[in-house]
């Protein structure tokens, strides 16, 4: 494995051919971003979108997800954030048109198992097409899918390569400002359900206690 700072050589890079590199992952995240796979840089580096160029940190940092921008060796401090990263296909390539459809299928039910254990509130797939083709939904589009997984609500975002040319880096942003302002509307909301179910145990605590002192003593009925 490289050091942070340092460019892997050729033949580092060749080398990660078809390894595969930890997820960052707990359970409970707020978001589980998921890419398509490691690429060359990710394999020899062990860090997921290690490429100068991929606009995955950026993004994160711009759409507030996180304080700063952090460096790719910086990963592990996304589980502070209740961040974390997966990938559909674990093999690491060149491009991503390396991969077959079966990959994509298989690694997309291997995803589903993995959510329903680590059980994020949020699964956010960075790329339409890997979405598409590893969960069979065709017609899908980005943002917010009308299937979740288990209690999970899943989300797609653009794919932050520099290769994407569909969008902008502002592009990227705005829809990774998207899930996480939707995120903490639900953060909101929950913990106002927590709050009300709270107080009407206190009020139900209360009205017994109330109950209690005012039924006469057993002695005084007599």
């Given amino acids: 494995m490289t050091s942070p700072f340092r ?18 992952a707990a359970p409970g995240l707020r978001v589980l971003f998921c890419g398509i796979n490691p690429g060359l840089w990710s394999g020899a580096t062990g860090r997921h979108f290690a490429r100068p160029g991929n606009r995955f940190w950026p993004a994160l940092h711009r759409s507030g997800f996180t304080p700063r921008q952090l460096r790719p060796d910086e990963q ?16 690491t390539t060149a491009r991503a048109d390396e991969l077959t459809a079966d990959e994509y ?10 959510v329903e254990r680590l059980r994020p509130r949020v699964l ?15 017609k899908a589009r980005v943002g917010r899918q009308p299937e979740g997984i288990g209690a999970t609500a899943v989300w797609v975002l653009p794919n ?25 509307a639900s953060e909101a909301e929950e913990a106002a359900e927590v709050g ?27």
């Avoid at 969008?167 to 990227?172: E, L, M």
């Fill in 7 to 24: 460019r892997p050589t050729a033949e580092e890079l060749a080398a990660a051919h078809d390894t595969t590199i930890p997820d960052v």
């Fill in 196 to 222: 009300k179910a709270v107080e009407a145990d206190g009020a139900d605590d209360a009205g017994e206690a109330l109950a209690a002192e005012e039924t006469p003593d057993a002695r005084d009925e007599r």
């Fill in 105 to 114: 299928r298989a690694g997309g039910a291997a995803l589903v198992d993995r």
């Fill in 124 to 138: 956010a797939v960075l790329g339409i097409g890997a979405y598409r083709t590893a969960f069979g939904r065709p």
């Fill in 160 to 184: 932050p390569s520099g290769l994407n040319a569909h969008y902008t880096p502002d592009g990227i942003a705005t829809e990774f400002r998207r899930l996480r302002e939707a995120v903490e």
């Fill in 76 to 91: 592990d401090e996304l589980l502070g954030y209740g961040l974390g990263i997966t990938n559909v296909v674990a093999r």
